[in-house]
């Protein structure tokens, strides 16, 4: 599909993650010539080692929520092109907090309703009726919020898949380049030079280089608050589990895989790693053995789960934990992407950020995310 709107004919993408993919692809598809530079492998990044779960749980301000569910709304379209696909589910997901005074269930639940998101409020009695492979007796009073609608996505294989897709459509994709910057050239961002001294024009450039956004939009002028933590992902061996839905509870997530094992992630292993002399991350043995007991304690029957993988890397959070994207208007051709949550909103994000590019359009829903706003 081309767009005779088009205002531009070439885009250079920095960034081989989720967002830098997505959004090539779509320019691709609307007719534009798309290079896109990764610094080492596709997925090498926070897309490579993400919980990926989809959905738009709990309180956000309402803007945010509306940008989530089109974005699980456009995985849904997805997973009717893919009917079979094991990397794609939608088996819901059960949150429930801590028995303390700061358990927010009854509100998030009362809030999710207000809002029409699909919300069940389940006591632990009841939940295996509703849920298989949860331990009822971990969920606290006054029980956890079900949300049918929600899922997960693997991201590397939904990567793998948009590239596919970029080359067929006569997209560029440049992998183990090295730290890219953006070229500009006359006050205006016109595409991407490698470390090895190569230059790719273009007349716009996404820079989707997940937690290295910051600091090169700071090179461009541009204070983008920056909330990156360094998080730990823990990818079990394959186990026998009727586990099917995405478990979000006090001490440990825990979402199941195509293959049968179980990633597992949670907030408080992040305040525990530490960087080693040659940068690389390293937890203590007993917060890897901590989150495997926590998994242990909310799944039934508890299964044997030995750790497969632990994935270090930071996980991007831009400062006031909303997403950050559009243009920089200090530096015209110059886009940014920058999000947590960017498997929710990888496919939404890419579609309204390549009409942006490629159109001159300025979406409405993403007006409350440009990158100026911390400028003020
Ligand atoms: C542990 C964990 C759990 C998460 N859980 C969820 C969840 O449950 N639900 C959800 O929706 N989201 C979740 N997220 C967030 C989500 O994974 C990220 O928001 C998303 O993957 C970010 O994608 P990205 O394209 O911005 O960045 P990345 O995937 O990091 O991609 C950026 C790419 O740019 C490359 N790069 C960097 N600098 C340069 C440069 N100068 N030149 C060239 N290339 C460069 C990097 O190597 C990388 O490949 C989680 C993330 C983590 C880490």
């Given at each position: 599909m081309s767009s005779s709107n088009l205002q531009i004919e070439s885009a250079v993408i920095i960034g081989g993650g989720i967002f830098g993919v997505s959004t090539a692809v779509q320019l691709a598809r609307m007719g534009v010539a798309v290079t896109l530079i990764n610094?080492?492998?596709?997925?090498?990044?926070a897309s490579g080692r993400s919980l990926a779960w989809l959905n738009s749980s709990r309180r956000r301000s309402i803007p945010y929520h509306?940008?989530?569910?089109?974005?699980?709304?456009?995985?849904?379209?997805?997973?009717?092109?893919?009917?079979?696909?094991?990397?794609?589910?939608?088996?819901?997901?059960?949150?429930?907090?801590?028995?303390?005074a700061e358990n927010e269930i009854a509100e998030i639940y009362r809030y999710e309703r207000n809002l029409g998101y699909e919300a069940l409020l389940i006591g632990g009695a009841d939940v295996a009726t509703w849920v298989p492979g949860v331990n009822g007796t971990a969920i606290t009073e006054p029980g956890a919020i079900l949300n049918p609608n929600e899922g997960w996505v693997e991201l590397p294989v939904l990567i793998a898949l948009l590239a596919e897709e970029l080359r067929a459509k006569g997209g560029e994709i440049v992998t183990d380049a090295g730290p890219a910057e953006v070229h500009v050239h006359d006050g205006r961002a016109r595409g991407a030079k490698t470390s090895d001294g190569r230059c790719f024009e273009a007349d716009v450039t996404l820079v989707a280089t997940g937690p290295a956004v910051p600091a090169m939009a700071a090179e461009m002028g541009v204070r983008v608050d920056d909330a990156t933590p360094v998080a730990v992902l823990v990818e079990t061996h394959p186990v026998d589990h009727p586990l099917r839905a995405v478990l979000n509870t006090p001490r440990v997530a825990v979402r199941p895989t195509a293959t049968g094992a179980f990633f597992?992630?949670?907030?408080?292993?992040?305040?525990?790693?530490r960087q080693q002399p040659d940068g690389s991350y390293?937890?203590?043995?007993?917060?890897?053995?901590?989150?495997?007991e926590e998994a242990k304690k909310v799944m039934d029957p508890a299964p044997a789960l030995d750790v497969a993988t632990v994935h270090y890397g930071?996980?991007?959070i831009p400062g006031d934990g909303e997403p950050v994207f559009g243009e920089v208007t200090a530096l015209?051709?110059?886009?940014?992407?920058?999000?947590?949550?960017?498997?929710?909103?990888?496919?939404?994000?890419g579609e309204l950020l390549a009409e942006e590019m490629a159109l001159g359009l300025?979406?409405?829903?993403?007006?409350?995310f440009r990158p100026e706003r911390f400028m003020h």
């Open positions: 610094d080492g492998p596709l997925a090498n990044g509306r940008l989530r569910q089109a974005g699980m709304e456009r995985y849904r379209s997805l997973s009717d092109r893919h009917r079979d696909a094991d990397w794609l589910r939608f088996d819901g997901g059960l949150t429930w907090d801590a028995a303390d597992l992630d949670s907030g408080w292993p992040e305040d525990e790693v390293h937890v203590e043995q007993w917060v890897i053995d901590g989150l495997i930071p996980k991007p015209p051709g110059c886009y940014l992407a920058f999000s947590h949550s960017g498997a929710t909103l990888g496919l939404i994000a300025r979406h409405e829903l993403l007006d409350p």
